[in-house]
């Protein structure tokens, strides 16, 4: 079974641009919840979607945003650039979404670089 | 909300020592617990779970127990492999003080040399 793939792999843009990450969730799989990777802050969850709805959504600005579409497949948007964007951004799908004390497993993607320069 | 701490490293070892990461959780309910690894270039992979009190995961020789009464879900191997050289995340879900995403904690870069 193929695993998680995002697209693409690595990615520069200036400041001010706005950039759309692609995730295609594990085939069968219904959630897919994005993250962000920094060296300072970590791993922070931005949001998950379920059935093309956003579910639940972590503390970034509305300059994130996201999509899914009806094969499950996920798209992030992030606007106006800013050099702090930088990280890597992991997507991760499962079966079903994450419902307060009944976790379903979530497998990752690679990730997606994003260099903001 | 939710919270995870864990040493953050690098962690330094010779190949066949014995290995502990500390990890301790903060949650206003009852998560469950996980330790992923991330290899260099790569995302993260599950390595292993626990889902209630005194639960022990184990994997590829690594273990980790719940313990409610100390919050914590400390990682441990009896004798690592240079292969075992990544960064490992300690984290939790569904404990009642957040989102339903996971929690993580910032990561313990594991370095074995030879």
């Known amino acids: 079974k193929a695993g998680v793939t995002q697209t693409p792999r690595y990615l520069i843009k200036t400041r001010g641009q706005q950039v759309t990450l692609s995730c295609s969730p594990i085939?069968?799989?219904?959630?897919v919840s994005w993250y962000q990777q920094t060296p300072g802050q970590g791993l922070q969850f931005l949001f998950e979607?379920?059935?093309?709805?956003?579910?639940n959504k972590g503390n970034f600005p509305g300059r994130f945003s996201g999509r899914q579409f009806s094969n499950s497949r996920s798209e992030m948007n992030v606007s106006t650039l800013e050099l702090g964007d930088s990280a890597l951004y992991l997507c991760?799908?499962?079966?079903?979404?994450?419902?307060?004390?009944?976790?379903?497993?979530?497998?990752f993607g690679p990730g997606t670089r994003l260099t903001v320069l | 909300g939710d919270s995870v701490t864990q040493m953050e490293g690098p962690v330094t070892l010779s190949e066949e020592a014995f290995l502990t990461i500390n990890c301790t959780y903060t949650?206003?309910?009852?998560?469950?617990l996980f330790w992923y690894v991330q290899y260099p270039g790569e995302g993260l992979q599950l390595l292993l779970k626990?889902?209630?009190?005194?639960d022990k995961g184990s994997n590829k020789g690594f273990e980790a127990t719940y313990r409610k009464e100390t919050t914590s879900f400390h990682l441990e191997k009896g004798s690592v492999q240079v292969s075992d050289s990544a960064v490992y995340f300690c984290?939790?879900?569904?404990?009642?003080?957040?989102?339903?995403?996971?929690?993580f904690g910032k990561g313990t870069h594991l370095i074995i040399q030879p």
């Open positions: 949650a206003t309910g009852y998560p469950s």
């Open positions: 984290a939790l879900s569904g404990g009642g003080g957040g989102a339903d995403g996971l929690t």
């Open positions: 626990a889902t209630k009190a005194d």
């Open positions: 991760a799908s499962s079966m079903l979404p994450g419902q307060g004390l009944f976790y379903n497993e979530q497998f």
């Open positions: 979607y379920f059935s093309e709805t956003q579910r």
């Open positions: 085939s069968g799989h219904r959630s």
